[in-house]
């Protein structure tokens, strides 16, 4: 268990509102992610964290905005959530900074926008 | 550009037969990571195996086994006498290093799923 949890773990919501999907890490990690997960793309980078208030985009980060106010915890918002953005989100924290240690998943988060 | 395919899409077994799940790559890194990730029907994402470009040594585990090879830029990975619970969607990812801009960004494959019968 790598001390991920995501909240909400499943979300309908209009289009048009704005959602914010949150992920809280108990280790104190670094570095913290955020995935989309659609049929036929696998998964795909949103944004990611490097420290507290230190974000960058990934590949699909149009319509997405993230915030990392404490290391703990990493919060993605849709600002006006559109039918595009139903999909599975995961969370990710790396238990070091870098690429030469995996990731670790939260349980994923259902997001459907009607 | 970095890129990983897993052209398999779907795959069908009887229970004990073996596997094997492709993975192809590209970079134009030296240094770089592949892993593999299970996703079971249960929607978790498991970490199975972590590989660094350095490391061409294939590794068992079990029934699972890894053949990475550089020359072919593939990461294949194979399970021996497959059972009921090794159906799953695995996953393939890579992830590239830049020194001291490590951010540790995955790129994924699309996919196998894998569906094992009894």
């Known amino acids: 268990d790598a001390g991920i949890t995501q909240s909400p773990r499943h979300k309908v919501t209009e289009t048009g509102t704005p959602v914010t999907l949150r992920c809280h890490q108990t280790e104190n990690h670094r570095y913290m992610y955020w995935y989309r997960q659609d049929p036929g793309h696998g998964l795909r980078l949103i944004h990611y964290?490097?420290?507290?208030?230190?974000?960058d985009k990934g590949e699909v980060s149009d319509g997405y905005s993230v915030s990392r106010s404490k290391t703990e915890d990493f919060l993605l918002t849709l600002e006006s959530a559109t039918s595009s953005q139903t999909s599975v989100y995961f969370c990710?924290?790396?238990?070091?900074?870098?690429?030469?240690?995996?990731?670790?998943f939260g349980q994923g988060t259902r997001l459907t926008v009607v | 550009a970095q890129k990983v395919t897993q052209a398999q899409t779907e795959i069908s077994v009887v229970e004990k037969e073996d596997v094997t799940l492709d993975c192809v790559y590209e970079?134009?890194?030296?240094?770089?990571?592949l892993f593999w990730y299970k996703q079971p029907p249960s929607g978790e994402l498991v970490f199975l195996i972590r590989?660094?470009?350095?490391?061409?040594q294939n590794e068992i585990s079990g029934r699972y086994s890894w053949n990475f090879q550089k020359s072919t830029s593939s990461f294949n990975f194979t399970i021996t006498a497959s059972q009921v619970v090794d159906s799953a969607v695995y996953f393939c990812?890579?992830?590239?290093?830049?020194?001291?801009?490590?951010?540790?960004?995955?790129?994924f494959g699309q996919g196998t799923t894998l569906q094992v019968k009894p």
């Open positions: 590989r660094n470009s350095f490391d061409e």
């Open positions: 970079t134009r890194d030296t240094t770089y990571y």
């Open positions: 990812a890579l992830s590239e290093a830049h020194g001291s801009s490590n951010t540790g960004k995955l790129i």
């Open positions: 990710a924290i790396r238990k070091q900074g870098g690429g030469n240690t995996e990731a670790f």
């Open positions: 964290s490097y420290g507290v208030k230190d974000t």
